[in-house]
Nanobody, 115 residues
């Protein structure tokens, strides 16, 4: 069983920064393909960023150049550094284990960008 616990969300002004963390239990983190997703009110959950077990990354166009996904395998932790935040980044952010299957999701952390 894998548990994913997100933290680091909160209220931030436009242009500000936040770093989200996702702590993973279990012994398979270092070989896992991990991702961040988000869901804004009234919208479907959408892809934000992905990092493979080898460290390759890809990003949604909407956040490219502003967000950075990273991982620390020694700490079994996934990160999302978010800079130059915009009101449209407001959402609940979830981490997910993409591979190996089955998928696992965290409970989410709220990010609100507002002045």
């Amino acid at each position: 069983q894998v548990q994913l616990v997100e933290s680091g969300g909160g209220l931030v002004q436009p242009g500000g920064s936040l770093r989200l963390s996702c702590a993973a239990s279990g012994s398979f983190f270092s070989i896992s393909d991990m991702g961040w997703y988000r869901q804004a009110p009234g919208k479907q959950r959408e892809f934000v960023a992905r990092i493979t077990s080898g460290g390759s990354t890809n990003y949604a166009d909407s956040i490219k150049g502003r967000f950075t996904i990273s991982r620390n395998n020694d700490k079994n932790t996934l990160y999302l550094q978010m800079n130059s935040l915009k009101p449209e980044d407001t959402a609940v952010y979830y981490c997910k284990r993409n591979y190996p299957l089955p998928n696992y999701w965290g409970q989410g952390t709220q990010v609100t960008v507002s002045s």
